[in-house]
DNA sequence: GACTATTGGGTAATCGATCACCCAAGGAGG
DNA sequence: CCTCCTTGGGTGATCGATTACCCAATAGTC
């Protein structure tokens, strides 16, 4: 089970030279050599099942090919995935892999950072889970080369994160543009994201001097959270019966999107022709599966791991500020 | 941004101690010394915010304290979820990190294999998306230590898989104790893990002399897959319309139950009063948010990464064998 | 008081890859 | 024929942590 590690000497021994040679030969491009001596090194380690040993490469360098990513339980989300292939696309090219780290609660922010630290990384990277605000301490605000989905208190850090009142303000036009004119959101309470979504829900319909039919928390609790009891049906046929049904109902997320979809069935309503439904986070399995498909602003997960691996590895550290990456509308059956 | 590391020598030089009484005092626990200079070495290491170097411990050792998970895209899927839980909380006792390395497609097993090997990780898993067969060349099965949620073809490795045709058993028992008798099977076709439930599904009625309603493939492609056309709708209504209406359906996954949803709710009829819904896999999300949550049999994720990883870690590698885990029942209101 | 354990801690080699520097052979130019 | 430069490749130091081995001082024993 435990393969036998082949090293540079080895492979040295067995061609008749040195060390240096053998890894001029495979590792070092511009190496003085004949090219008869690099064609027989490449052979020998290729028959010898020669791999890199990059903990050796790493003590020497002071780094290990590796950029961490420490989160907020995200990686163990179905929210990562577009990050993390953002992150391992850009990662890749550059010749690093993406180390990744959980921050499992409990466990203080140092201690992660430090867990990380001991593989010596070339850079680190914080991501979370929910677009917030994240405090790093004084001594790592300097370890941290950029926050995903989430800003630095202290704004020492340069942070990507979606722009959620962008994000809202598009998909209200384009519910306009539709024809609709009653405009409900159910929301979600109490975090960032969907406080910003709400400035920007607001801000598109005053813009067009048009009243929305209702603002509305998805579950009762102040922070959204999937165990929270749903308020969702009960909000929708509140809605229905009120004299101002809407002709569209824009939802936090394609969760609170689903939920809406039963409510509607069950009262005999069709999707988009009496009501059109819209929402926000492109959660594929949900989005697509949804009967009609639902129309809804995808995060820019993967514009923000390709981005964020850019930054960790340029040559020119920029200075820290909060870049808001776009939403994509990705239209469906809904509306 | 990039934070100057630390070396026991530093922490050396400003103690006025030898480079290994340092490191006898940090890391080996059983090095004599005394208490007196263990706390005054152990005070500088806080002090000047010493990290270890694992690289540097790698080189000597000859391998790092990881544990390399390669898997074909699981990584960046929601199932991946609690496998990587499962993983990561074993490892971490034992003082390792789990590296997990993408293999994507169109790219070889050997190659990804050799891109872990270069960091000379202490084992290696391979972990696949749906429960499947791979493929090891003969050079890489000694290298790969167990096979998560699938099986290797020559059976050289230990595979841990679910008992799909277990939990396909006892969600049909389930069904029976609950009364229900006319069960429907809207099955994944063209899947190992479809066709074993499929097994169960006969085998369990068959054993209470009871015959089945029908079994139907939820999409068209011979092979389960998101994107192809659903065939549940029609299913569904066909199923309403026949003469022997059953009273549960059982579906191959989440995603097909919350499909099934769909269809009696535009039939007006009510789970589980008028009829059962069951499921496998339990994606939390989903079979928790839908009105009413879903009865499904939850995979073994998180068992199976657990047992990987013990098995992984075992001083005394076991010969190679295939390892049924069990489903669990998750009771929710729609049976 | 001499002799042996025991304790506390230093020296130097080692892991594998890299790199600055050196050396030898051969060809070009004067 | 001598010097200079280029080419091909070796020597030895280095990165940081670990470890086998050694040495000095102290404590304990007869």
Redesign the interface.
Known sequence: ?R?V?VSLSDIAERAGVSVKTVSGALHGGSARMSDDTRQKVKAIAEEL?Y??????R??RQ?W?PLVGVVSDGL????F???I??GL?GAARSAGM?V????HRSGQSIGSVL??V????PR?VAYAAMYHKDVALPD?LA??V?VMINCREAAGRVTALVPDEEGGAREIVRYLLVAGRRRIAFINLPGILAGMLREMGFRAALEEAGIDHVGVFPAVRRSVYS?RAP?LV?SHVEALLKSGQRPDAILCGND?VA??V??AL??AGLRIPDDIAVASFDN????A????PPLTTMALPHRAMGRLAMEILLAEQ?EPPRLRKLPFHLVERASV
């Open positions: 089970m393969i590690a099942g791999v890199t040993n990059l903990a050796a790493g003590v002071g290990l990686i163990t989300s179905p990562a995935t577009e993390v292939r391992d892999a180390f990744a780290v959980n430090d867990e630290q001991q593989f010596r850079a001594r300097g370890a080369g999937d749903s049906a969760r689903m939920e979809y039963a069935a069950r959660q594929v399995e949900i697509s599966r949804l009967d550290p």
